[in-house]
């Protein structure tokens, strides 16, 4: 069976301390790994997807880079509003997808 | 949102009574799903559909019902709720299930359950 496991639970840092967040994943095939933001109280908001190891994808402060075992969400020179709970996602199968339990990522001004 | 559309999106209901929520797309996309978010189990498939009339079961499907009579439009049924199904219901969309950019999902905003 698929697991997904992200670390740390939660995080706090101050704005422009960079850091990065995990996701380690056990799946015999990959199909896709899919990170999410979500605010509190809102739906999961879809930031980026990546198939195969070395692959990279950026936006704007944010960097996620992908090996055959884990991936990782790096944060550069956070603001305040990037802190929301973020998840990543394993493709299982045709149209399944795996969460983790998410991050939570708190940015202090 | 992606043009998703979840109702109700609160509801507070009694044990036993049967509940219905909807979601509603305006993206013709062709995969839709609903899952159940938790804390300590994060997200959770429950049904997904892969067309109108087509559907499959997830992760947590014991209590749940789907329907899919139009594209737009796929329907989460408890027939008689319990308390363990007090959650926070999200409806996703996606154009494909298959690899490749068009399997990414889109998620609602959610329905809060809450099952007294």
């Known amino acids: 069976e698929d697991q997904v496991t992200q670390s740390p639970e939660a995080l706090r840092l101050q704005e422009g301390e960079s850091s990065s967040l995990n996701c380690s994943y056990t799946?015999?095939?990959?199909?896709?790994l899919f990170w999410y933001r979500q605010d509190p109280g809102k739906g999961p908001e879809f930031l980026f997807t990546?198939?195969?190891a070395g692959e990279e994808k950026e936006k704007e402060r944010l960097k996620a880079t992908l090996t055959k075992k884990e991936s990782f969400l790096h944060i550069t020179a956070p603001k305040p509003e990037d802190s929301a709970t973020y998840l990543c996602?394993?493709?299982?199968?045709?149209?399944?997808?795996?969460f983790g339990q998410g991050t939570r990522l708190t940015i202090n001004p | 949102d992606a043009g998703i559309t979840q109702s109700p999106r609160h509801k507070v209901t009694e044990t036993g009574t049967p509940v219905t929520l909807r979601c509603h797309q305006t993206?013709?996309?062709?995969?839709m799903y609903w899952y159940r978010q938790d804390p300590g189990h994060g997200l959770r498939l429950i049904h997904y559909?892969?067309?109108?009339?087509?559907?499959d079961k997830g992760e947590v499907s014991d209590g749940y019902s789907v329907s899919r009579s139009k594209t737009e439009d796929f329907l989460l049924t408890l027939e008689s709720a319990t308390s363990s199904q007090t959650s926070v219901y999200f409806c996703?969309?996606?154009?494909?299930?298959?690899?490749?950019?068009?399997?990414?999902?889109?998620f609602g905003a959610g329905t809060r359950l809450s099952v007294l």
């Open positions: 993206e013709n996309h062709r995969y």
């Open positions: 799946v015999s095939g990959l199909r896709g």
């Open positions: 996703a969309i996606s154009e494909s299930g298959w690899v490749g950019a068009k399997n990414i999902q889109y």
């Open positions: 996602a394993v493709q299982e199968g045709a149209q399944k997808l795996v």
């Open positions: 559909s892969y067309g109108v009339k087509d559907t």
């Open positions: 990546l198939y195969s």
